[in-house]
């Protein structure tokens, strides 16, 4: 833990006290989304501190060139960023003619700033002294609308509290933005038109080289106390810029509002020629619903997300708290409705990363998708990367791979590789397999076979054909091989024969070879037409056994586990409780030679495969490998103490597991790294979802069937969970003396829990 200023809270993420140190930190958690676009939670009004302003639209990209000192044949062209997009939430205030600016005010007390998760706001309270001696109270609310997702709606009201006041509202929208990660300073955007017509502003772009069009539009409407008023206004134009200024002489205690509708309307849903209208229309409808409307459609919006989605935990504030912060944060960066759209690594809260989608959505966030919402949330996950594949199979014939081999890239926006750092874009190959995975996992838990004929199957030959070519024969071991790779654990580089790489090669062969020949015995006529589009001969089922057969897995006889890789024991073996904690994080103290020689494991590596391919394992198996690489790793990836805590639940290690679970729940509100003002870790928020349901809860899909092993840590009375499976919504509390399981579905339903069947009636609530 290296912060601990968040107030504990059931629903709402609160911060208490103006420290400006802590702003760029408080703007990455209380970030708003409604899957269509986002925003740190920057201040409505000038801020001349330190701040990291940021606003993002889903799918709006830019290829910004790579930059490294030695290219190397092979190279991405370009690193795919999701852009900061214009800035419509702005509101420059001037008060008695001076700028109203937090950092620049002599006081600034009984500060409060609200995250309401359950109705899915932000708010922010506060009384502020000016330079010129007067003082205000402030309340701002704002919140993105998931009813109609190009809204975004702010209500921010000032009362003079010593004396009256002139004040001067002036709303704009900005397109003079800029990426604080850009490689080259590069200009993003080219602005092509800034309009004021009948109190709307409208400022149109487009994006250079990917050619997005985006207007970005709003409309305001100003109070006093609770009256509208209808002076007039004074409309401002620039080369980037709109604003509309609304003046008003303001007596000691009145109140004077401005409600602020603003939003992006972009040519991914609309004719590029017909934005401006487009846009005139949805303010039209934030207009004519108004504030308070636009209010409750959010509250009962997000009521509907909760009542299937929540994790109720009774007797500890903060994991509720955690748990819900991790929910709520997915929910705002992907709901779904757009197969174009991917889940990136920090969402709509910074720009690490690019924004773009990894390996993470594949392995971490499918789960949580596919049980907390419809299927066909997480089947379009999947169509996401069936539309990629022939790119997938460009990234590999561009490395020297044929015959239709595939490559999933590491880091996508269109399905090309995009990441500038050799050892993950050469080598950190692991991802193919995690795609096949996921295709795995979503025909076992929602039974949809049809998802393997109408596209995956495709995508599993062209990732087996990766593996068979990538492999190669040693005669010395006389075993195939795979050289020159980066593991998960991304603290090793250009190591060979990660046991976790070599693992899902061997499975992904097999998996393949399994459902060819599924779809040659029962899906006849797919299977023909797959033949045929994919040039496919039947000696490659053979070829792709053997590899699959003969994959060399290295081993420690001495220590009884499979190693990380070749030549991990040749390290001076030095656990993480022997390492001075003022070094920790190792990644921001020491050279990058120096964590390479060190035996220290950024997150679950081996013991990755062995959360994958659990069923493959005993119990003591898992016990050995667990205690051998648990006391080497860091943790200093977000997507590692969610599998930890799994696997430590799942070896009765309770109170590990539970400590776990705290870090993974609250690695941004603690901010266990010291990287939270970066943004938020939004896909390893699955993890901790999976923590609880998988972990404590221990549901699994066996023999197709849904398993539950319920486990409760101390801390906690209760805890309770939902999960769709296949249709049937099934509801699970499990208290420290039994498990309670209620069927939301018309149908009977047989579950196993602790190894034992039990049928599940609609509307009975069944102990075990």
Same mark, same amino acid.
């Given at each position: 833990?290296?912060?601990d ?6 629903w709402?993420?609160?911060?208490e006290g103006?420290?400006?140190e802590?702003?760029e ?27 990291f302003?940021?606003?993002y639209?889903a799918?709006?990209?830019y ?21 900061n997009?214009?800035n419509?939430?702005?509101?420059h ?6 700028v109203f600016d937090?950092?620049t005010?002599?006081?600034v007390?009984?500060f409060?700033?609200?995250l309401n998760?359950k109705?899915?706001?932000h708010?922010?309270t506060?009384?502020?002294?000016m330079q010129?001696g007067?003082?205000v ?10 009813s109609h ?7 921010y ?6 004396s009256?006041?002139?004040i ?11 990426n604080q990660?850009?490689?080259?300073d590069?200009?993003?955007w080219?602005?092509t038109d800034?309009?004021i ?5 409208f400022v149109?772009s487009?994006t250079l080289k ?5 207007c ?8 006093l106390?609770?009256?509208s008023?209808?002076?007039n ?27 602020k509708?603003?939003?992006?309307v972009t ?13 005139s229309?949805?303010?039209?409808v ?7 409307t ?5 509250q009962q919006?997000?009521s509907?997300?909760w009542h ?5 935990i009774?007797?500890d504030?903060?994991?509720q708290?955690?748990?819900?912060f991790?929910i709520?944060?997915?929910n705002?960066?992907?709901l779904g409705r757009?197969?174009?759209?991917n889940i990136?690594p920090?969402?709509?809260?910074g720009e690490k990363?690019g924004?773009s989608?990894?390996?993470d ?9 596919m ?8 089947r ?8 990629h ?8 014939k561009k ?6 081999a595939?490559l999933y ?5 269109n399905?090309e590789?995009c990441?500038?750092?050799w ?8 991802r193919?397999g995690?795609?096949a995975?996921?295709?795995f ?6 039974g949809d076979?049809?998802?393997v004929p109408e596209?995956?199957m ?5 990732i087996?054909r990766?593996?068979?070519q990538?492999?190669t024969?040693?005669?010395q071991k006389?075993?195939y091989v ?9 603290y090793?580089?250009?190591v060979?024969?990660?046991f ?5 090669a061997k499975w ?5 070879v399994e ?15 797959i033949v ?14 053997t590899?699959a ?14 190693l ?12 993480v ?8 994080p190792?990644n921001?103290h020491?050279?990058? %030679?120096? @964590?390479?020689?060190? *035996?220290? =494991?950024?997150q679950?590596?081996?013991?990755q495969? &062995?959360y994958?391919?659990e ?9 050995r ?9 860091v ?22 597991a539970?400590?776990?679970?705290l870090r993974?729940?609250?690695l ?7 990287e939270?003002k970066?943004g938020?870790?939004i896909t ?7 923590s609880?349901?998988e972990?404590?809860?221990g549901?699994?899909?066996?023999? %197709?069937? @849904?398993n539950?092993a *319920?486990? =409760? ?7 309770? &969970? ?5 249709d049937?919504?099934i ?14 579905g018309?149908e009977?339903l047989?579950?196993?829990v602790?190894e034992?069947?039990?049928?599940l ?6 102990k075990?």
């Open positions: 833990m290296n912060q200023y968040i107030t504990p809270n059931k709402s993420i609160i911060e103006f420290e400006p802590r702003v930190s408080s703007e990455s958690l209380f970030s708003l989304g409604n899957g269509a676009m986002g925003q740190r939670a920057n201040f409505e009004e000038d801020y001349s501190g330190q701040t302003q940021g606003s639209i799918g709006i990209y290829p910004d060139k790579t930059r490294v000192g030695w290219w190397k044949n092979g190279y991405p062209e370009y690193f795919a960023k999701v852009l997009a214009p419509w939430i702005g509101i205030i001037h008060i008695n003619g001076d937090l950092n005010c002599k006081s007390d009984n409060k700033r609200e998760m109705e899915g706001w708010k922010r506060f009384e502020a002294e010129n007067i003082k109270k402030v309340e701002a609310l704002r919140f993105l609308s998931l997702d190009e809204i975004g709606a702010i209500q009201q000032i009362t003079p509290i010593n009256s006041a002139h001067t509202y002036s709303p704009y929208v900005d397109a003079g933005i800029k990660d850009s490689n080259w590069d200009k993003f080219e602005i800034v309009q017509k009948d109190q709307k502003a149109s487009h990917t050619e997005f069009h985006v970005t539009f709003m409309q305001s409407l100003v109070f106390d609770g009256k008023l209808k002076n206004s004074e409309p401002h134009q620039k080369a980037h810029k709109a604003f509309i200024a609304y003046e008003e002489d303001v007596q000691k205690g009145q109140t004077y509002t401005i409600h509708f603003a939003g992006y040519s991914l849903n609309h004719d590029k020629d017909q934005l401006s209208n487009a846009a229309d949805v303010l039209d934030a207009t004519e619903k108004g504030f308070d636009l209010l409750k459609e959010q919006a997000w509907d997300i299937m989605s929540d994790i109720i009774e007797g504030t903060k994991a708290q955690g748990i819900r991790n709520f944060q997915l705002q960066t992907y757009d197969a174009r759209l990136g920090k969402g709509f809260t990363y924004g989608t990894y390996w959505t594949e392995a971490y966030c499918i789960p949580f998708y049980a907390t919402k419809d299927q066909k949330v997480a379009n996950l999947l169509t996401y990367r069936y539309k594949l022939q790119k997938a199979i460009e990234n590999a490395l020297g791979f044929t015959n239709g595939a890239p590491m880091v996508t926006m399905g590789e990441h500038n750092e050892e993950i874009t050469f080598e950190e190959i692991h193919n995690a795609i995975f996921a295709i996992n979503y025909v076992r838990y929602t076979y049809s998802y596209m995956g495709e995508v599993l030959l062209a087996a990766f593996w068979k990538r492999a024969f040693s005669k006389n075993k795979i050289l020159g790779v980066t593991g998960p654990n991304e090793e580089n250009n060979s024969n990660n976790y790489t070599n693992y899902i992904c062969l097999n998996y393949a459902n060819l020949n599924i779809l040659k015995k029962e899906y006849n006529e797919d299977y023909n037409k045929d589009k994919t040039n496919f001969n039947e000696d490659e089922i053979q070829a792709f056994k590899v057969e003969e994959m060399y897995l290295p081993y420690s006889e001495e220590h009884d586990v499979y990380q890789q070749d030549g991990f024991l040749d390290k001076e073996l030095i656990t409780k022997d390492l001075d904690q003022t070094q920790r190792i921001q020491w050279s990058w %030679d120096r @964590i390479l020689r060190s *035996p220290y =494991i950024k679950a590596d081996t013991l495969g &062995f994958f391919f069923d493959h394992f005993t119990n003591e198996e898992l016990e490998h667990f205690d051998f690489y648990e006391p080497f790793t943790h200093e990836s977000s997507l590692s103490p969610c599998v930890h805590s799994i696997q430590a639940a799942l070896l009765n290690r309770m109170q590990q539970y400590q776990f679970y993974t729940s609250r941004d509100l603690d901010d266990y790294n010291k939270v970066e938020c870790h390893s928020m699955a993890g901790t979802w999976m609880i349901v972990g404590f809860g549901m699994r899909v066996k023999n %197709d069937m @849904i539950f *319920p486990k =409760i840590p101390n801390e906690w009375e209760s805890y309770t &969970f939902k999960v769709n499976f296949r049937n919504i509801a699970v509390k499990v208290t420290k003396d039994a498990t309670h399981f209620t069927l939301e018309q009977d047989e579950i196993v602790n034992e069947p039990v049928v009636k609609h509307g009975q609530n069944i075990a």
